[in-house]
């Protein structure tokens, strides 16, 4: 795995549409994902390639003469429930804050309950 980032990859929309045809037809030779871009070159498509199999996304597999490339969640995963997660926390946090600050507002200053 290299230095790059997870949101480095995916900051690419190819790159986001590759892991989006494997994670739908499973693994698949570097030949037929080309062949789904057909405006991108064999080049092109590898360069992609190369950035998610050294961010770990996606993982390769020999079989004969042929390198097999499937999808490899765990990276995002791993981001979701981490770094993303503390957005999410704050996020609902943030709408807790709010709803009893709306709840307090609605009771009025005399209202207990």
């Known amino acids: 795995m290299s230095d790059r980032s997870v949101f480095a990859a995916l900051a690419a929309p190819r790159r986001r549409d590759i892991l989006e045809l494997l994670r739908d037809r499973g693994p698949l030779r570097a ?13 092109g498509i ?11 996304l996606v993982e390769t ?15 995002l995963v791993r981001e979701r429930d981490g770094w993303l997660a503390t ?3 704050s996020h609902v946090d943030r709408l807790s804050a709010l709803r009893d600050s709306v709840e307090r507002r609605d009771r009025g200053p005399g209202d207990k309950n």
């Open 87 to 89: 957005f999410e926390r």
């Open 61 to 75: 597999a020999v079989r004969g003469r042929e390198n097999f490339y499937a999808l490899n969640a765990a990276p």
């Open 46 to 56: 590898s360069r992609h390639l190369k950035i998610l199999r050294e961010t770990g």
């Open 31 to 43: 030949g037929d994902i080309a062949a789904r871009f057909k405006g991108d070159s064999q080049p």
